[in-house]
């Protein structure tokens, strides 16, 4: 499964990048609108760092300013992909940027008819909301099982990506279930590294390493006395 991070924050994007571990990047409005800096020139440099899918919103309501504004963006680097909403217009946004060859990330999708129109539309990929349905007293991740098992049944090229992320057992029960990308907010991510049993194994290991070490050591030699004439 890919592991994309969630968050327009370039330092958290460079931190996570650096652990070896990440696919992509995926950005909405209300990310980038804490970053207080020009929309395009902070996917541009989110481009510079991470070598893969870097998804940016438009902002349009209407097909037709969906699609120019998803040109417009395609044009930044050739890693961009359109995130488009989960509307009628969205789908007929979606229908030609991909006939166009331009990705396209169909988001706020929280049901598993709205995933299979948007396959059908030629996403590349889907967002499924998962978190934000389990707030809602709904089991998001259930909705995610209902979506492999349609996807399975046919050819769509189209992958999901496990949004609104919400802890670790988000991402592992994705991966039981073959998702392709979870998309993971940075302090989930950095969560994901964390169990109790590994800081004591290596403070144990630390420990006997310093008792060898110690018991190893070369005696100090005696100073020399001077003898008397």
């Given at each position: 499964?890919?592991?994309?991070?969630?968050?327009?924050?370039?330092?958290?994007?460079?931190?996570?990048?650096?652990?070896?571990?990440?696919?992509?990047?995926?950005?909405?409005?209300?990310?980038?609108?804490?970053?207080?800096?020009?929309?395009?020139?902070?996917?541009?440099?989110?481009?510079?760092?991470?070598?893969?899918?870097?998804?940016?919103?438009?902002?349009?309501?209407?097909?037709?300013?969906?699609?120019k504004e998803g040109r417009e963006l395609s044009k930044i680097h050739k890693n961009i992909v359109?995130?488009?909403?989960?509307?009628?217009?969205?789908?007929?946004?979606?229908?030609?940027?991909?006939?166009?060859?331009?990705?396209?990330?169909?988001?706020?999708?929280?049901?598993?008819?709205?995933?299979?129109?948007?396959?059908?539309?030629?996403?590349?990929?889907?967002?499924?909301?998962?978190?934000?349905?389990?707030?809602?007293?709904?089991?998001?991740?259930?909705?995610?099982?209902?979506?492999?098992?349609?996807?399975?049944?046919?050819?769509?090229?189209?992958?999901?990506?496990?949004?609104?992320?919400?802890?670790?057992?988000?991402?592992?029960?994705?991966?039981?279930?073959?998702?392709?990308?979870?998309?993971?907010?940075?302090?989930?991510?950095?969560?994901?590294?964390?169990?109790?049993?590994?800081?004591i194994g290596i403070k144990k290991f630390q420990d006997d390493w310093e008792k060898c070490a110690?018991?190893?050591?070369p005696a100090k030699p005696k100073p020399k006395t001077k003898s008397k004439k």
């Open positions: 499964m890919k592991i994309f991070i969630d968050t327009a924050n370039l330092e958290k994007i460079k931190e996570a990048n650096s652990w070896g571990i990440v696919d992509g990047v995926t950005t909405n409005p209300s990310l980038v609108s804490k970053e207080n800096t020009d929309f395009k020139t902070l996917v541009k440099e989110i481009c510079k760092i991470v070598n893969g899918p870097i998804s940016a919103e438009v902002m349009g309501c209407t097909a037709e300013d969906m699609v359109i995130k488009i909403p989960m509307t009628k217009e969205g789908m007929k946004a979606t229908k030609v940027l991909s006939s166009e060859g331009i990705n396209v990330n169909v988001t706020l999708i929280f049901s598993a008819s709205q995933a299979l129109l948007a396959c059908k539309a030629g996403a590349r990929y889907i967002s499924p909301f998962v978190g934000r349905l389990d707030d809602a007293g709904q089991d998001g991740m259930k909705l995610i099982a209902e979506i492999m098992n349609i996807l399975d049944c046919y050819d769509f090229e189209t992958e999901v990506i496990v949004a609104s992320v919400r802890h670790p057992i988000h991402v592992v029960e994705a991966a039981q279930m073959g998702a392709d990308i979870a998309t993971i907010p940075f302090d989930v991510l950095d969560k994901m590294f964390n169990h109790p049993l590994t800081d110690s018991s190893k050591a």
